[in-house]
């Protein structure tokens, strides 16, 4: 448990079960008034924010947050299975928790992911994937400029801005943190 | 102007205005056996004394002895309050007036503050607490006092209500139960005779008509013991000579200004980092 004083940006907190974040905080003592501890916190699972001011006197519940190393294995439906790299226990996310990551997938891939109570909150990809342009226009000859963009598309659907010399069959590193091009790997 | 040039012309306006009008300044311990026993202010120990909360308790002593118009600039110390608002040690302001009361010391307060704050041409708002919690909190403390929901209503709904009204807001007769040091107003015994100032929602100074009866300050040093023990707080002894000076001195008001806050508004600022170089 903390006590109400050692509240601060960016602690995680545990509220009502779920795993929260303190995004925003404020020691305030009113004239005469006791201690209070204005926060703004933010739910991990949920991603809403609210606003909670707590009393000297009370205490917070402290945040569990374990990650572990995982290695992807495969698609089942909506689910994406990993294997624990000791344990060999499955963990299975959801493609709602994945959002775009899961475009960035491949096999063997080594992940990491943070769990709340066995409960998985957040994956961290590697930085970088190589992956396989599987369509885009032809650019122009001789037009080496990086630039200037044009769309494509992966094997698995996902579109991308790419410089206007990659080719289908290239295959390109992508920055997983922000879903975009970083450079050409190899031309196809 | 940097910040040293600003202070320094702060405590020489604050001089002055108290000097043109015949105040002594004063000039009391920082360290005492016995500081002011209030609920939520921890006095910082110092060897075998205490650093003072305020200079109030020798004010008082003063009163009673005669010196009827006094006021001191001086550091005061409370445990553990830091934030953009508070610091640990910071410089207060408090002056004293005998045959006054508290609506007399708030005359004083803003003619202090337009002959610091040359051009500021602040609005004055003098409001109840009964008012501005019905308002903006839906229900009136006075008779029906619940201390957790008083303090946080007020962070959390008046005062962010203060601060968009701008200017100097003035909070006036508090539930006795949140009188500290002042006197109940004599026609209705639920409320009693203190403001707060806040200036954009900061509040910058607590006035009392002081309270001027021995067996009810002793009577509330002891409740307030009580609950200090009940929270696990330290508690501090009682002054015998403080509660005779109470009894002694003429009915007054009396006025505790935090300087480092009236520095950080007039200029602008909005944490005492700016205005406290060495924190």
Redesign the interface.
Known sequence: MYNASDLKKGLKIEIDGDPCMITNFEFSKPGKGQALYRCKIKNLVTGNTFDKTYRSVEKVNRCALISRDYTFSYIDGHEYVFSDNNTFEEARLNDELLGDLKYFLVDDMQVEILFHNERPLDITLPNFVEMQIAETEPGARGDTATNVAKPAKLENGYEINVPIFINEGDTVRIDTRTGTYADRVSKG | MGIWQQRDALMRGIRAFFHERDFTEVDTPLRMQTPCM????DAEASGDSFLRTSPEMFHKKLLADGHERIFELGKCFRQ???????NPEYTMLEWYRAHADYMDVLEDTKKLIDSLWHGADIDWHVLSVSEVFEEFAGWNPAGSFD??R???D???KV?PALKRMRGAVVLKDYPVE?A?LSRRKPDYSLLAERW?LYIDGV?LA?AYSELTDPDEQQRRFEECADKRRA?GKETYGIDAEFIDAVGRMPPSGGVALGVDRLLMVMTGRTSLDQVLPFR
């Open positions: 209030e609920l939520h202010i553990g309050e830091r934030g953009p608002l508070h201390e957790d008083f303090d946080i007020l962070v959390d005062e949140a500290a707060e509040e607590n929270l």
